[in-house]
């Protein structure tokens, strides 16, 4: 592990590039109460007495694509407020009234001309408030944290806004109840205030307060919104009840009562949101029911990892950031929502006559979430959640039982976070827990309490230009001497290695605890370079998949960033940048399993087509899971290179390629991934797309499976041309701001088809023909009528071992149908129509054949779903 810090290279390069910190005065806008007078109608028109109270405030400079420079048009605001709102009345100038553009979208869709209000009311300078108004009416809204990496869109709000074109250009009125807002007591306060500018045509954003492009984050540059004086708390009180009701249509099995066609449920629950205090907010849930969520994209993975799908469901999704703790890869985080309510883990063990109902996903009996800031910047988030036992009911020949498959189980999520140094620095915590309950014999192999924790901190200093950051975290489970076992031999953990010296199976084990960390040390702004230097590791025992997500342990890492980006427009560019990235990753063995470099280069031209391209060389390539509980396998030295490009974003008709190539030395394998976009926009209120994509993976070394010649193991491998195809269709049309009609469609089929089958020799051997062992036709017989290879290995004339012939063809199609009506603010009604088809095919097809016969010709599952829900604001 020598030599594989760069600290002493990005030490001696941070004074040559490191400029003198730009400190720019933040602007001040001093408001007004208006509490004896009339308060403005929401209409668009600005021309109510009541908004001269207050003067404007202006001198937007561009902030891109050429920063610090005049804008286009100018725009102005005014704020004034009461005991309940705050209000804006924002100007923008524009010659050419006939070509603002005035794009339709469902909330959160930031398209056409728009302005945007951003409202730091912690005055914390790491998270704010935005208000999108776009010139259609649109509005979109979210919750700023990280200091501008992450925005929220799933924070939905209540607040009103109207916009109106003249001859002058455009202007918007925007009401915000000060009950969706948090800030604290003070008799007079100063928020965070920035005013943000989309002038569409020319791609072109302003803004109030200057943030130069090289600025190390985007809430602590805001300009500072003074005259707040004797704000009434506002204790908000949200009740929002729902009734859905549901039809299932589906294929009728003969003999199957579970299955006689249809299936119907009438449901309801109630949501509500209680402020605590002011900074303090108490979110609840009811039986929740997430029938209008968009299915989880089709996917398959032959590396037998699990596979991660965002969230989407609306209670988990809002305020989320609070509760992350992400560590290491993207993927891994000690929370990881989608585990409640997650599909039933066990299953019973049945006879062959027997028929079984398995429930589909596992009941949320409630849930509750409380969260916020307070003004001594302690920031708090505590989430409960209580699942249902889940029974699959069971008929033999006409008698019915019921076996538990999901034990009641309680989940608990705390995190707590305190800045300090004038908000420069942080401090925090996390702590999980996961407790089930009355668990049967049959669900051993669950873990009875699952709990996780860390702390994190971050420090910045020379104007936040240059941070440190760092985490620690740990875990504990346990459960039966089963579960515990079954948990050491998962992909995650491989204890059962037979080359592993640091790690061994102890089948009496009725625990297991593990840690992680990370160290960061890196430069986010004050000039043209950036850089990044650190280090993780997470120990073999580490286990957070209870409540958390964590594909692989037993790893440290060592990553250095250097990146170049560029703050101006320059000759053909709008934006340039280039990125060299470097690590290296070791088990705790000091198996050296990856070397890694690769660069990248992006830019932005003058008529806002965009490119990124990149690529690299590892030249250190080993897998601990490639063998799936067998010894360490090396993959040969590989090259990889990728190409992204963007036509205009703005155009009614846009394009997008995104393609990525990659091969292993000697041809062990290759990895080609290409995935298109097509959008076409033909009217403001209508937009269609279709991305289909296309993957191809031949490998030399596909696993198979483990099998037993003479006591001693052997691991199968094979060629495998192994292809996938899909397309993503979507139609959005907005009848107006408040009713939509959206649709998604994806046809998938992945196809695989082994041949050259094999065992490992020498898994870690240099050439890759010394690797493995071809079986020659003498050795391997395929049983056409069973669908069994046998192995006759010593040519003794006596089968070996088999197994079962690997090859697959997968076909699926999932499609949401939604209407949604936000009838009154904060009230929707939900029709659905969902279908989904799924179907294994002959793999001898063709991918478009495979298509064509798995899905046309299908009865597929329909669902068909009505939710109401009201919003009482009391």
Do not use: C
């Not at 249809?262 to 609840?284: H, P, Q, R, Y």
């Amino acid at each position: 592990m020598r030599n594989i810090f760069l600290l002493p290279v990005l030490l001696f390069l941070a004074p040559m590039y490191d400029l003198d910190a730009q400190i720019i005065e933040k602007k001040k806008y001093m408001t007004m109460s208006i509490a004896q007078e009339q308060p403005p109608e929401i209409d668009g028109n600005i021309d109510e007495p009541v908004w001269e109270m207050v003067e404007w405030g202006g001198d937007f400079i561009e902030y891109s694509p050429d920063e610090n420079t005049q804008p286009s048009f100018q725009t102005k605001f005014k704020v004034i407020y009461d005991a309940k709102y705050l209000y804006f009345a924002i100007r923008a100038f524009d010659s050419a009234s006939d070509s603002i553009v005035r794009r339709m979208g469902r909330r959160d869709t930031f398209d056409g001309d728009w302005v945007e209000v951003n409202i730091d009311s912690y005055h914390d300078l790491r998270t704010a408030f935005s208000f999108t108004a776009t010139v259609a009416g649109v509005r979109g809204d979210e919750f700023i944290s990280n200091n501008g990496s992450s925005w929220d869109a799933s924070w939905s709000p209540i607040w009103m806004t109207k916009t109106q074109i003249d001859d002058e250009g455009w202007t918007a009125e925007i009401k915000i109840p000060l009950s969706q807002l948090r800030f604290n007591g003070d008799a007079e306060q100063v928020w965070g205030l920035q005013v943000h500018r989309r002038f569409f045509r020319n791609e072109e954003r302003s803004l109030w307060q200057r943030i130069p492009q090289d600025a190390p984050g985007w809430v602590s540059e805001f300009g500072e919104l003074h005259g707040l004086k004797n704000l009434t708390p506002q204790k908000q009180l949200e009740v929002q009840p729902f009734t859905v009701t549901q039809l299932k249509t589906y294929e009728q099995e003969e003999g199957n009562p579970f299955r006689d066609g249809s299936d119907f449920t009438l449901n309801g629950g109630v949501d509500a949101k209680v402020g605590i205090t002011n900074d303090l907010t108490l979110d609840l849930t009811v039986n929740p029911d997430f029938g209008q969520v968009e299915a989880d994209p089709s996917a398959i993975a032959l590396d037998g990892f699990q596979i991660f799908f965002r969230e989407q469901r609306p209670f988990f999704v809002e305020n989320k950031n609070i509760f992350d703790f992400q560590f290491s890869h993207a993927s891994d985080n000690l929370f990881y929502s989608r585990r409640i309510g997650r599909n039933p883990q066990g299953y019973p063990n049945t006879s062959g006559n027997a028929y079984v109902d398995q429930p589909s996903k596992t009941t949320i009996l409630g849930a509750a979430k409380f969260s916020g800031k307070t003004k001594n910047g302690w920031s708090i988030g505590v989430m409960e959640s209580l699942t249902a036992k889940e029974f699959a009911e069971i008929d033999v020949n006409g008698t019915r039982n019921k076996e538990l498959v999901e034990p009641l189980t309680n989940y608990f999520v705390g995190r707590l976070q305190k800045d300090f140094n004038q908000n420069n620095s942080y401090i925090g915590g996390v702590v999980t827990a996961v407790n089930r309950f009355d668990m049967p014999e049959s669900l051993n192999f669950l873990h009875t309490d699952a709990y996780s924790g860390g702390l994190d901190f971050k420090h910045q200093w020379n104007n936040r230009n240059y941070y440190l950051t760092g985490y620690s975290v740990f875990s504990q489970v346990k459960g039966s001497p089963e579960a515990i076992a079954a948990t050491q031999n998962t992909l995650t953990h491989l204890f059962q290695r037979p080359d592993a010296g640091h790690v061994s199976v102890d089948s009496t084990r009725t625990s297991l605890a593990g840690t992680g960390g990370k160290l960061e040390y890196g430069k986010v702004g004050g000039g043209n370079l950036r850089y990044t230097i650190g280090a993780f590791w997470k120990s073999p025992e580490l286990e957070i998949n209870d409540i958390g997500f964590l594909r692989q342990t037993d790893e440290f890492r060592q990553y250095n960033t250097v990146e170049y980006r560029s703050t101006r427009q320059t000759g053909h560019f709008r934006r340039a940048g280039g990125t060299f990235s470097y690590f290296n990753s070791f088990d705790f063995d000091g198996n050296r399993n990856r070397t890694q470099y690769q660069f990248g280069a992006d830019a932005t031209f003058l008529n806002n087509w965009s490119f990124d391209i990149g690529g690299g060389h590892i030249p250190a390539n080993y897998r601990n899971a490639w063998l799936q509980g067998g010894p360490r396998f090396r993959l040969s030295r590989e090259n990889f290179a990728w190409f992204i490009a963007n036509t205009d974003r703005r155009k009614k008709l846009r394009f997008s390629a995104d393609l990525l190539y990659s091969e292993g030395k000697q041809n062990h394998f290759t990895i080609m991934e290409f995935t298109g976009g097509i959008t076409y926009q033909p009217s403001n209120a209508l937009t269609v797309s279709l991305s289909p994509q296309f993957a191809r993976y031949p490998h030399k070394t596909q696993y198979v499976t483990e099998t037993d010649f003479n006591g001693e193991p052997r691991y199968i491998t094979s060629e495998i041309d192994n292809k996938s195809l899909s397309a993503a269709f979507r139609i959005n049309y907005t009848i107006n701001p408040n009713l939509t009609i959206q649709y998604y469609g994806q046809p998938f089929i992945a196809r695989g088809r082994y041949s050259n089958f094999n065992y490992i020799t020498n898994p870690t051997a240099d050439n890759l023909i010394d690797r493995y062992q071809l079986y020659d036709e003498n050795q391997i017989t395929m049983q056409p009528d069973s669908g069994i290879y046998e192995v006759d290995e010593n040519l003794d004339g006596n089968v070996d071992y088999s197994f079962d012939d690997p090859d697959f063809s997968l076909v699926e199609f999932r499609s949401n149908l939604v209407l949604r009506w936000e009838y009154i603010p904060g009230s929707e009604l939900f029709l659905v129509w969902s279908q989904g088809i799924s179907n294994f095919l002959d793999p001898t097809l063709g991918l478009t054949r495979g298509l064509e016969s798995g899905i046309f010709g299908q009865k597929p599952e329909n669902i068909f779903l009505m939710k109401l829900t009201y919003r009482l604001v009391l």
